[in-house]
C-alpha cells in the first residue's frame, strides 16, 4: 500500500516549482510552496486536499483548522475561506494534492453502492484524521500521471473509490446532504454554482433562488448558514478575488479590473477592495508581488 511519503514525492516530480498547477487529469491539482505564506484569501471549491508534507491554516470567519499530513481537509461547497501555509522550506516544501468533487458521481456512487452512511455532523470545513485506505487511493491517482494513456480509463474508476472511501468515513453524513438533489445544501450549492457563472452581471435573487428550487428568503438564510454571507457578499467576494488576480497575474491596472469583474463605479471598487483585502488595489499588489511566497492555492 502506497503511503504519504509516496505522495510527497510524486507531488515533487510534478510540481517541481512553487505554485498550484492542473494536471492531465480533471479535477486535480498539485500545489507546492517553498516557504510559508501570508494569509490569502481565496474561494476554495468542493474539495479534497490531501497534504504529503507541511501544513496549512484555513479559515472561515472566525472558525479555523490546521492541517497537514496526518489530517486532511475536506470542504463541502465551494466557500470564501483565508489560507496561510504555515510549515514550508526550499528543503522540505508543502506539497498538497487537491481532488474537486464530482456531485453527479458522489450520488451515483450512494445509489449504486447502496454505501451505509455513519452517523455524524454537517460541518462545511473540516479536517479529518489521515485514513491510509484514502492516502493508497490518492497516490494510485497521481501514479496516473506518469501513464498519460491509462487516465481516460483508470482515473474515474479511482475517483469513484476515493468517493466510496469518503462516504463510508466520519463525513459521511455531510456527503449524504451534498448528494442530494432536493438537500438544502444541494440547493445551496446549486445557487453557488449560478452566482459563480454570473458574478459580472447583476445580481437577479429570485431567480437564482428559483433555479436552486427555494424561496428568496429561504436561500438567503441558508446560503448564509452554509457560507457566513448573504448572496450578495458572496458574489462581492467573488468580483474582488478575481480582480486581484488579473492585476496580480496578467498585469490588468485597477480600473481596468474592477470594469471587467462588473463593477461601475472606481471608487466602490476601491473602497471595496481595501474592506477586503486591507490595502488599496495598488498598493495590495505591490505587497504580493514583492512577497515571493504568496500562493492562492489550497
Known amino acids: 500500500m502506497r503511503n504519504i511519503k509516496h505522495l510527497a514525492a510524486q507531488i515533487m516530480r510534478h ?32 474539495s ?16 479555523s483548522v490546521v492541517y497537514d499530513a496526518s489530517r486532511y481537509l475536506l470542504v463541502s461547497v465551494d466557500l470564501p475561506l483565508v489560507g496561510h ?8 516544501p508543502y506539497l498538497c494534492c487537491k481532488i474537486d468533487l464530482d456531485l453527479t458521481a458522489l450520488a451515483d456512487v450512494m445509489i449504486s453502492e447502496s454505501v451505509p452512511i455513519p452517523s455524524g455532523d454537517l460541518r462545511m470545513l473540516a479536517v479529518y484524521e489521515s485514513d491510509p485506505d484514502l492516502v493508497d487511493a490518492a497516490c494510485r491517482l497521481v501514479d496516473l500521471l506518469n501513464r498519460p494513456e491509462s487516465v481516460a480509463t483508470l ?6 473509490e476515493i468517493l466510496y472511501r469518503l462516504l463510508t468515513g466520519p463525513h459521511g453524513p455531510m456527503l449524504r446532504t451534498m448528494g442530494g438533489a432536493g438537500s438544502r445544501l444541494g440547493q445551496v450549492s446549486r445557487a453557488i454554482q449560478i452566482i459563480r457563472g454570473r458574478y459580472q452581471q447583476q445580481m437577479r435573487i ?8 427555494m424561496s428568496a428568503s429561504s436561500l438567503h438564510a441558508h446560503f448564509k448558514a452554509i457560507t457566513t454571507m448573504t448572496p450578495l457578499e458572496y458574489q462581492k467576494h467573488l468580483r474582488l478575488h478575481e480582480a ?33 483585502f486591507g490595502a488599496p488595489p495598488r498598493r495590495d499588489i505591490e505587497r504580493l508581488q514583492a512577497e515571493t511566497s504568496y500562493v492562492t492555492a489550497v
Open 15 to 46: 510540481a517541481p516549482e512553487p505554485g498550484m498547477i492542473a494536471t492531465g487529469i480533471p479535477r486535480l491539482s498539485l500545489i507546492r510552496a517553498n516557504r510559508p505564506s501570508v494569509p490569502v484569501p481565496a474561494v476554495y471549491e468542493a
Open 48 to 63: 479534497l486536499c490531501l497534504i504529503a508534507q507541511g501544513s496549512k491554516r484555513v479559515s472561515l470567519a472566525d472558525h
Open 85 to 92: 501555509v504555515l510549515n514550508a522550506s526550499q528543503e522540505e
Open 155 to 160: 482515473a474515474p474508476l479511482i475517483e469513484r
Open 206 to 213: 429570485d431567480e437564482i433562488a428559483a433555479a436552486a428550487g
Open 244 to 276: 486581484r488576480r488579473l492585476m496580480l497575474t496578467e498585469g490588468a491596472n485597477a480600473g481596468s479590473a474592477g470594469f471587467a469583474v462588473g463593477y461601475e463605479s472606481q471608487s466602490q471598487f476601491s473602497r471595496e477592495y481595501h474592506r477586503l
